[in-house]
């Protein structure tokens, strides 16, 4: 039982007004509030990642419909500027959830560089659709050594047989690196031949 | 079209030989393979103690669990000889090794930063793989390839594609493999089996698999640092995706990291959840159905849910139940709900609604009887001498992290999933099954031949 000397209890707030409150503080920072996107595309090992928690959350509760539009939104994200390393990593597997053909062009530029091939292939790998396969073949032309028997790994993962060609090639090319002709040669023995 | 989940199996390469022992257990094909129940046979039976029919090991993997396998396998000199220790620590390694040459009295034991050095050495029979989880995958498939036996420790491994990887090269060379769920080797849980299959606790109505919870937190934020000296860490990152060194996100913290491993869904999980499904009689299938959820943390270096909350539905109709449980922290146990009362049987406990039903659990001629093993090890080496299979072969120890695996996607989904366990596929769920693989950094990869 409260004694005497007890405090007042706080004065019960309807309801309403705590919206009211909670509504116009929201209302008085949302022009202060930062581009979700723009943060992870900014992101860094070790930085404050709760803005990037809160789009994964958007991103795996959204329904195919509407994934173009968040499809869109993360290839913006990813032509920014300022997207580091970690932001490129973390877009490009949000882009393994929702992208699509239409986000493969951005993707095969990246996987044709040896800096940013490991996050586009996070994408390119899953990517329903002829374009990304063809995407990651072009990319053998432009890689080497580690980077291109990375993507010989992917190709396989597609089953791309249309890749058994290019594969051939490189098994048989004696100027490749032999990490690259090993790897093509069991390749080979993986992809289906028809 | 998704890319399927599997990869296609390379053609066996073995052919008949002169059957050495060493022969025999290096180059047995798909065709000597067997696939009888397996038939536990005490190691002293085969004469094991001349040098020359001692099964030779190498361990990859000289962290936490790879040393308490250790502790093992040195008081069991007449059976085995450890050979070769990998690690990328240094110290972990040439430690473990020096140990090891002391234990016998020799130099035979060497250390290997790289695990397909220690894969290559002809004399050595079988590794065991305690790794961390990115890695099981590419070890495995690197020793079975140089025709390996393997142990390896749970779970079997990273993503579901991997698993069926991993179980078709297995099978096309003839490999035995014991994944590390050694409660099925634990009479208390071979009793429970038969007993439930038997009828004993009536209708089965639910499972229920307890874990603990010991993701600890470590900040919302976390500051990269200078690499250990004599710590490789690219490859201790190996095929996962790269990140800069920190003290907590290497060692035994791994499993708390997504890039890594799937928190303890995976790692407790896989002994329950092990349990739950050789009671139901789903080590060839799975759940059909799968809701689950689990809080993550917002930020910081840990990414995997500290607390979990799955159902799996089977196509029997019994549900099972897979939740955090912080009075079972560091431990897991599962339960058995049917008609007739309730079982609770974990490892260093097991508990009953009614004391008389674990004496029935516990008494002999059960009319379900399933394969036994009264050693893991023991059914191992057993195994591999026979080429029997073992009472955690690779299709049920891919079951089981499928199992796992299957709740780790519905937690970050967040939404009821159906599942073909024949096809390994979701039902109607893209997102679902874009998360059935991951891909590897460069240059790894299921293919990769970097020998």
């Known amino acids: 039982m409260a004694s005497a000397k007890s405090p007042s209890p706080p004065p019960v707030q309807s309801l309403d007004a705590e919206r009211s409150v909670r509504g116009a503080s929201y209302l008085n920072r949302t022009a202060q509030t930062p581009d979700p996107w723009k943060l992870c595309a900014a992101l860094e090992y070790g930085g404050d990642r709760s803005f990037a928690t809160a789009v994964e959350q958007l991103v795996v509760q959204t329904a195919p419909k509407d994934w173009p539009k968040l499809e869109q939104q993360l290839l913006s994200a990813l032509a920014l500027p300022e997207c580091t390393a970690a932001g490129r990593a973390f877009l490009c597997r949000m882009l393994a959830l929702v992208g699509s053909a239409k986000g493969v062009p951005a993707l095969a530029a990246l996987v044709r560089d040896p800096r940013t091939a490991d996050a586009a292939r996070t994408a390119l790998e899953v990517i329903p659709g002829p374009e990304a396969s063809a995407a990651l073949r072009d990319a053998l032309a432009a890689l080497s050594g580690p980077a291109k028997a990375g993507a010989i790994g992917s190709i396989v993962a597609r089953r791309d047989t249309a890749a058994r060609p290019a594969l051939t090639r490189l098994r048989e090319q004696s100027a490749e690196p032999a990490i690259v002709r090993g790897t093509a040669a069991r390749a080979l023995q993986y992809l289906p031949t028809t | 079209?998704?890319?399927?989940?599997?990869?296609?199996?390379?053609?066996?390469?073995?052919?008949?030989?002169?059957?050495?022992?060493?022969?025999?257990?290096?180059?047995?094909?798909?065709?000597?393979?067997?696939?009888?129940?397996?038939?536990?046979?005490?190691?002293?039976?085969?004469?094991?103690?001349?040098?020359?029919?001692?099964?030779?090991?190498?361990?990859?993997?000289?962290?936490?669990?790879?040393?308490?396998?250790?502790?093992?396998?040195?008081?069991?000199?007449?059976?085995?000889?450890?050979?070769?220790?990998?690690?990328?620590?240094?110290?972990?390694?040439?430690?473990?090794?020096?140990?090891?040459?002391?234990?016998?009295?020799?130099?035979?034991?060497?250390?290997?930063?790289?695990?397909?050095?220690?894969?290559?050495?002809?004399?050595?029979?079988?590794?065991?793989?305690?790794?961390?989880?990115?890695?099981?995958?590419?070890?495995?498939?690197?020793?079975?390839?140089?025709?390996?036996?393997?142990?390896?420790?749970?779970?079997?491994?990273?993503?579901?594609?991997?698993?069926?990887?991993?179980?078709?090269?297995?099978?096309?060379?003839?490999?035995?493999?014991?994944?590390?769920?050694?409660?099925?080797?634990?009479?208390?849980?071979?009793?429970?089996?038969?007993?439930?299959?038997?009828?004993?606790?009536?209708?089965?109505?639910?499972?229920?698999?307890?874990?603990?919870?010991n993701n600890r937190h470590v900040g919302a934020t976390w500051q990269p640092e200078p690499v250990p000296e004599g710590l490789d860490w690219d490859m201790w990152l190996g095929p996962a995706p790269w990140r800069p060194y920190t003290f907590n996100g290497c060692h035994y913290n791994f499993r708390f990291i997504a890039d890594n491993a799937s928190g303890q869904m995976t790692n407790l999980g896989a002994h329950c959840l092990d349990i739950g499904q050789w009671v139901l009689d789903a080590d060839r299938s799975g759940p059909v159905e799968i809701e689950g959820h689990g809080d993550y943390p917002s930020s910081g270096l840990f990414t995997t849910p500290t607390r979990i909350d799955v159902t799996f539905r089977y196509a029997s109709g019994v549900p099972m139940y897979c939740r955090t449980d912080l009075a079972v922290s560091g431990n897991n146990t599962s339960r058995f709900f049917g008609?007739?009362?309730?079982?609770?049987?974990?490892?260093?406990?097991?508990?009953?609604?009614?004391?008389?039903?674990?004496?029935?659990?516990?008494?002999?001629?059960?009319?379900?009887?399933?394969?036994?093993?009264?050693?893991?090890?023991?059914?191992?080496?057993?195994?591999?001498?026979?080429?029997?299979?073992?009472?955690?072969?690779?299709?049920?120890?891919?079951?089981?992290?499928?199992?796992?695996?299957?709740?780790?996607?519905?937690?970050?989904?967040?939404?009821?999933?159906?599942?073909?366990?024949?096809?390994?596929?979701?039902?109607?769920?893209?997102?679902?099954?874009?998360?059935?693989?991951?891909?590897?950094?460069?240059?790894?990869?299921?293919?990769?031949?970097?020998?």
Request: charged share 25%; hydrophobic share 40%; glycine share 6%.
């Open chain 2, 1 to 213: 079209m998704n890319p399927p989940a599997s990869a296609s199996p390379i053609a066996a390469s073995a052919s008949p030989a002169a059957l050495t022992r060493r022969r025999f257990l290096q180059r047995s094909s798909a065709a000597t393979a067997v696939v009888a129940a397996p038939q536990v046979v005490t190691t002293k039976l085969f004469g094991q103690s001349a040098p020359s029919n001692r099964i030779n090991l190498g361990l990859i993997g000289a962290g936490n669990i790879g040393v308490a396998h250790l502790d093992t396998l040195l008081g069991l000199k007449d059976t085995v000889r450890v050979l070769g220790v990998c690690d990328v620590d240094r110290e972990r390694r040439e430690s473990a090794a020096e140990r090891i040459n002391q234990e016998y009295g020799g130099k035979d034991c060497r250390p290997y930063a790289d695990f397909r050095e220690l894969n290559r050495r002809r004399e050595i029979d079988a590794v065991l793989i305690c790794t961390p989880d990115h890695w099981h995958a590419l070890n495995a498939l690197d020793a079975i390839r140089q025709g390996k036996d393997l142990y390896i420790e749970k779970p079997l491994t990273l993503t579901i594609a991997e698993g069926r990887a991993l179980v078709e090269e297995a099978r096309k060379h003839g490999r035995v493999v014991q994944h590390g769920t050694w409660q099925r080797s634990m009479k208390r849980f071979h009793d429970l089996v038969e007993f439930v299959r038997s009828g004993g606790l009536g209708q089965l109505q639910y499972v229920e698999c307890l874990i603990g919870a």
């Open chain 2, 339 to 451: 008609e007739r009362g309730w079982l609770d049987i974990g490892y260093s406990k097991m508990s009953a609604s009614d004391p008389n039903l674990l004496r029935e659990m516990q008494a002999p001629n059960k009319r379900v009887k399933v394969p036994s093993s009264k050693n893991h090890y023991d059914d191992f080496f057993a195994a591999m001498r026979t080429r029997q299979r073992t009472i955690a072969d690779a299709e049920t120890a891919h079951r089981t992290t499928t199992v796992c695996n299957l709740g780790q996607i519905a937690m970050a989904l967040g939404r009821k999933l159906r599942w073909d366990p024949a096809k390994e596929e979701f039902i109607g769920d893209e997102m679902a099954n874009r998360l059935r693989s991951r891909p590897m950094r460069a240059p790894w990869s299921l293919v990769a031949d970097l020998a």
